[in-house]
């Protein structure tokens, strides 16, 4: 009881704050979109549509029902992870190799852990929801490639639930590619063409890309385009650096280790689905090239269920052992396993660190200055960073008053720094992306006042001529942020950013 009651006592300190800030910002987004600003036109970020639409519903919830949207969308992962290990313990019934004492005890506490403790500060990313969501249809692929299928009608909702996460990022198709053509080739093509769960992902992938340009032009034809350009050059790591990163290298070889061991010794066909869905997760992390250490969380997540099932099955195989007879031994081999995986994880990183010290955060002080100095919670950041600002705005229902989150196309233009160039591009030489952020986020900031404009110091593009890429200066060539910044002063410099403050009218 205490491998399942743990994990459940875990999630409440997942309501307490600070919310993941990246998942903060989606909130934010979806939140203007739907009350009423245009989304890729009044409000501009590059992520795709879908992953828009699926955090709305806890915006949604927010207008129906008592309780902000941070504590809905907490409420949403927390009921998704319910029943996603609830299908999960029905579907490894399916799975032959599964049907023995010490794997079938074994199984869904570990995975209850891979919902609910490893993700720790990057709950509720989309890496997190998209593994949540697909291990159901991990547990069906095991249970396919030993040849037993689901209820046609389980195989379309895994399939639906599935897709919807994969199809958030072009990157996570990796993962069905992968599992689908290993079931493929082992079990032909008559069983793959008549199986719904491949129909169902790939109805979801076409229908979003539909959406794409048809419901959402202005991301088809603007935004992604604008993103290809910008936003690709932006990271600290390319796909080599992240293939060979602190995260991705060890879970590469702990893959390759336990699916040798799984697939040698105990001869699990379900191990073989494992490692290949792990590749195709390892693959989509590459594909993003960021070395972000979520990027690595469902690999990770697979790299660890793989090493359960490994020992196990080796257990299972070697040392057969009965349900009714060996209960302590099994329990007491899942509960050494088990403790094993929360001490590592304890030390890696300290449990809910970030909520216990959010008050005396970067977050929390940034969020009492504003609450101090900003009467209608309205204010402009020139930054390149989501954090502290998010979520500091969805707790403080405060609002940015300028179309983009963050400097994130300005850090694509100026990513390089060729030889003896001048340090801001002059306003008649930018070119069509450069000049479409110059000039809205000087008319956002003219038309509307913000009570606060921050700015970062740290501008997060490489030094040029010996000198610093200041927001500020550059923006101050723009003739209306120029007159619209004469109305501010200066009120303090905070951390790493230089406040101004909307000066007051005088009577």
Known sequence: ???????????????????????????????????????????????????????GLPVLTAKLLPGTVTFWFTAWVVAGIFASFWACRRLIHLVPSADHALTEALLPPVLLFLFTVLPNEHFGQRE???????????????????????????????????????????????????????????????????DPIPWAIGLLAVAHLA?????????????????VEAYAPIGDSGWREVLTSNVLGPT??????????AIVFTKTIAARVLVVFGIGAALSAIGQAKGWPYHVLPALSVAILLAALTVSQTVDRYLPISRSAHRLPVA????????????QAALYNPPFYKQRQFEDSIGGRLQHIIEQNAPNRTFLVLSPGIYPFWPMVNYLG???????????????????????????????????????????????FA?????????????????????????????MQNRIFADAFENYEHLMDFDRYRIYRRKKLKK
Not at 449 to 470: M, W
């Open 128 to 194: 997190h929801i998209m593994f949540v969501a697909c291990a159901p249809y991990l547990v069906a692929s095991m249970a396919r490639a030993e040849g037993v299928n689901p209820s046609r009608l389980a195989s379309i909702l895994v399939g639906l639930v599935a897709g919807v996460a994969l199809a958030m990022k072009p990157h996570y198709l990796a993962i069905p590619a992968a599992v689908e053509f290993y079931l493929l080739v082992r079990r032909g093509w008559r069983p793959t063409f008549t």
């Open 398 to 444: 405060g609002r940015m008053t300028t179309r983009f989150l963050t400097m994130w196309v300005l850090q694509g233009v100026y990513a390089t720094c060729d030889d003896f160039p001048a340090l801001y591009n002059p306003p008649d030489t930018m070119g069509d992306s450069e000049k479409f952020v110059f000039d809205t986020v000087s008319e956002d």
């Open 447 to 475: 038309r509307e006042h913000p009570d606060l404009l921050i700015v970062d110091r740290i501008a997060g593009v490489p030094r040029c001529q010996g000198k610093e890429f200041d927001y500020l200066d550059y923006f």
């Open 252 to 261: 590469l070889i702990a893959l390759a280790i336990f699916g040798l061991l």
């Open 1 to 55: 009881m205490p491998l399942f009651a743990l994990p459940i006592l875990w999630l409440a300190g997942y309501f307490f704050p600070p919310l993941n800030h990246d998942v903060a910002a989606i909130l934010d987004v979806s939140t203007r979109w739907i009350g009423g600003e245009k989304l890729y036109v009044e409000v501009l970020d590059e992520n795709l549509p879908l992953t828009f639409i699926v955090h």
């Open 211 to 227: 959406i794409m340009y048809l419901v959402f032009p202005d991301f088809g034809l603007f935004v992604l385009p604008l993103a």
């Open 332 to 343: 007491v081999l899942c509960a050494t396993f088990m403790v094993l995986l929360y001490f």
